[in-house]
């Protein structure tokens, strides 16, 4: 049992470049989200879905894209990198008892 | 809506000595509360969580927590603190069951001085 999986765990980017972090779980949750950690921020999240084919926008979406053909994938694209995006990166599952999961991280740094 | 405030951004105790690091939440409906624990370059832990059962939530690791509904807190306490405790504590309220999405507080940076 993997729990949350994220890859990759470091990514240093171009201002302008895309990319795309990978966020997988199997334990068959519905609820997936994304969160950016900034210092002394705490978590922001940045979309959310409920299930397969259903995606929203959290406190901070602008930049990013989600997507969610399957229950297992929820990944998260930046379409166009700037150093604002300079961030460590948590995807996040939430079972029916309210119990969440979080993946271990992807520090991404935008130059 | 609702919200989370840690109230210290740095905690600093001695090995042995109690720690108390202090959240108060705003929300309209019931809450679930949660506390995290984040050790340097690594993932977030789930110490303990409130899910309107009893108010006095026992967590791993000797930590535990307190729901007030009328102070509005939920405050993490532990004993007597160990080296190991030294990291970043985060306290979350959802509202919303399963479906809710999370708040997170800013996070208490705990030190531990031997």
């Known amino acids: 049992n993997a729990g949350v999986t994220q890859t990759p765990k470091f990514q240093v980017l171009k201002t302008g470049q895309s990319m795309t972090l990978q966020c997988a779980q199997d334990m068959n949750h519905e609820y997936m989200s994304w969160y950016r950690q900034d210092p002394g921020m705490g978590l922001r999240l940045i979309h959310y879905?409920?299930?397969?084919?259903?995606?929203d926008q959290g406190e901070v979406p602008n930049g990013y894209n989600v997507s969610r053909s399957t229950t297992e994938d929820f990944p998260l694209r930046l379409l166009s990198a700037a150093p604002s995006q300079t961030s460590v990166y948590f995807c996040?599952?939430?079972?029916?008892?309210?119990?969440?999961?979080f993946g271990e991280g992807s520090w991404l740094t935008v130059v | 809506a609702q919200s989370v405030t840690q109230l210290d951004s740095h905690v600093s105790v001695s090995e042995g000595t109690p720690v108390l690091l202090r959240c108060n939440y705003s929300s309209s409906y019931s809450p679930s509360l949660f506390w995290y624990v984040q050790h340097p370059n690594k993932g977030l832990q789930l110490l303990l969580k409130y899910t309107s059962a009893a108010t006095l939530v026992k967590g791993i690791n000797g930590f535990e927590a307190e729901f007030k509904k009328s102070e509005t807190s939920f405050h993490l306490t532990k004993p007597s603190a160990h080296m190991s405790d030294a990291a970043e504590y985060f306290c979350v309220v959802s509202v919303g069951g399963s479906q809710g999405n999370l708040i997170f507080g800013k996070g208490t940076k705990l030190s531990v001085k031997p």
């Open positions: 996040a599952s939430r079972n029916s008892g309210n119990t969440i999961y």
């Open positions: 879905s409920v299930g397969a084919g259903i995606t």
